[in-house]
Each structure stands twice: as C-alpha cells, then as structure tokens.
C-alpha cells in the first residue's frame, strides 16, 4: 500500500488579524466542521484522562444525529487513563493518525502508530498511554452496542490499515476503494469504521440516500461534496456529519488522494419504539 498521510489539528488559536468568515455550517440535514474550527478553545477535558484533550466532533442530540459520538483526541507524553470508557455498553474504535499510542486490552498490550486501528467491545477493560516523546493524536468512536439474542459480542481488533488491501468498488479500476476493517458480513457488529479512498477521478457517481448516519473526516487531500441540495469543498482536517437519509455523493478534488475515515451503523432493525408518542388520559 502507497504510504499514507493523516491530518494532525494544529490546536492553537488563529491570528487576530485573520478573517472571521469560514466554511462552518450547521443545517437541518449535515453539519460541516472545518479544521480552522479545531482550536484550543473549543477543546473540552475528561475525567479519568490525565494530560489529554479532546475536540466532540459529533454528539447524540435530539432531532439530529442518534447513535454515535467522535472524539478527536490529544494526549501529551505521559497521559492517558487507566479508566477511558465511563458506560460498560459503549464499544469503540480508536484510529491513531500521529505519534504512538500504548493500548493494554485485558491483559494485552499493544502499540498503535500512525494508522493503527483498534474495535473495543462493550465490557471490554482497556487503558490507554502515552508513553512516547511527543504527542499522541487519535480519533476515538463511541456506539452504544445493540445486543441481539443468539448473536456473541464481537471480539477486540488490532491492526494498522497499511496491512489491509483496500477493496476497489465495481467498474472504478481502483480509483474507489474502502478500507474495511471488519468483515461486513459479520452481524455481531452494528457499526463499521473504515477508510474510503479516492485517487484523482475518482468519483462517487449518485446522491446516495440512507439510513445510516455517517461521521466523516477527512484524512488527505480535498475533494468536493454534494451534501442534500449545496456543493461544499472539503480538506484534510474537515468533519462532515450526515443526518440519516442525508443526499450525499461527492469527487476528489485534487491532485493527490482524498481519503476520510467514515464512520455508520449498520445491521440492526430499525428501532420503532424510540419515537412513539406517549398514549395520554
């Protein structure tokens, strides 16, 4: 595999004689965060976490997303925490994008460097630290696991993308192709974290219309995005988040790669209680 670049948010905060227009947008079907939103005051701090900071790039809010938060994560050398994940239901997945990351799931220790991925199942016991000489940055994607009778709860993941062939989509000749961490067969998992890339041409060719909600960031290059009705250009750095049923579709824009961890869930029945009005007297 080509050797891969991951965006890394520069923290800090923009000079004061900067402009103040940008390209953040918050409508009724996605949200888009640019990378010169990602600064030091919009950071928020954790318990449990020592030396770290983390930018909520999507949350659960009414009307609005349902199933996910995204983290992206900072954490200095000699930070980390002993008791990352507060809710024993939640699974997730981190995605390392720089420095090095020491993970411990169980008894089991692991190193995570620059695409260095990990799928934590609920009631798993992990901890991370950083135990290098510079910062360690990492995306980490909570889903509330959906337990179905006769299916097990999947077990904990390691690898690093570059050990992964990319899976070209039909009719592209590669130049659309996912990286797929998990095997999409598999309905112990109701989520899916991969990579979708793009070399120059590549193209997304219909406005796809689904219930899955996606988290999307992008990891390299740029490349314009159909989102609902407007065209919006995005860069390595950018955070899109797609309401379900959100019209999507989208080209590379540049002259390299467009790559961008995506994150949806997937195969579960649709809830047909969580909005059922309450029967009055």
């Known amino acids: 595999m080509r050797s891969?670049?991951?965006?890394?948010?520069?923290?800090g905060l923009p000079g004061q004689t900067e402009l103040l227009t940008d390209r953040a947008v918050f409508t009724e079907a996605y949200v888009v965060i640019p990378k010169g939103v990602i600064r030091d005051i919009c950071a928020s701090f954790l318990p449990h976490w020592d030396k770290a900071r983390f930018w909520v790039l999507a949350r659960p809010l009414s009307g609005f997303a349902e199933t996910f938060s995204h983290?992206?994560?900072?954490?200095?050398?000699?930070?980390?925490?002993?008791?990352p994940e507060p809710d024993p239901d939640a699974q997730g997945v981190l995605f390392v994008v720089g420095?090095?990351?020491?993970?411990?799931?169980?008894?089991?220790?692991h190193v995570l460097q620059p695409g260095g991925f990990a799928y934590l199942p609920p009631g798993v016991s992990w901890?991370?630290?950083n135990a290098g000489t510079g910062t360690a940055n990492f995306h980490w994607i909570r889903k509330l696991y959906q337990r179905v009778a006769g299916l097990a709860v999947p077990d904990p993941i390691v690898t690093n993308e570059r050990n992964i062939a990319p899976i070209p989509m039909p009719d592209t000749e590669g130049r659309w192709a996912t990286t797929r961490f998990v095997d999409v067969t598999d309905l112990r998992h109701d989520m899916h974290v991969t990579i979708v890339n793009f070399e120059p041409?590549?193209?997304?060719?219909?406005?796809e219309t689904h219930v899955m909600e996606h988290g999307l960031y992008v990891l390299e290059g740029k490349g314009v995005y159909r989102l609902n009705q407007d065209w919006v250009e995005v860069e390595a750095g950018d955070y899109m988040w797609l309401r379900?049923?959100?019209?999507q579709a989208c080209y590379a824009g540049g002259p390299g790669r467009f790559r961008y961890l995506l994150y949806k869930d997937v195969n579960r029945h649709?809830?047909?209680?969580?909005?059922?009005?309450?029967?009055g007297r």
């Not at 891969?4 to 923290?11: D, E, I, L, R």
């Not at 420095?99 to 220790?109: A, C, H, M, V, W």
């Not at 379900?244 to 019209?247: N, R």
Request: with cysteine; aromatic share 8%.
């Open 201 to 207: 041409g590549g193209v997304i060719p219909f406005a």
């Open 4 to 11: 891969a670049t991951y965006h890394v948010p520069p923290g």
């Open 99 to 109: 420095g090095e990351l020491s993970l411990r799931i169980g008894e089991t220790d």
């Open 270 to 279: 649709m809830d047909l209680r969580a909005l059922r009005p309450q029967s």
């Open 244 to 247: 379900a049923f959100c019209p």
């Open 71 to 83: 983290y992206l994560a900072e954490v200095a050398p000699g930070g980390g925490s002993k008791s």
């Open 127 to 129: 901890s991370v630290r």
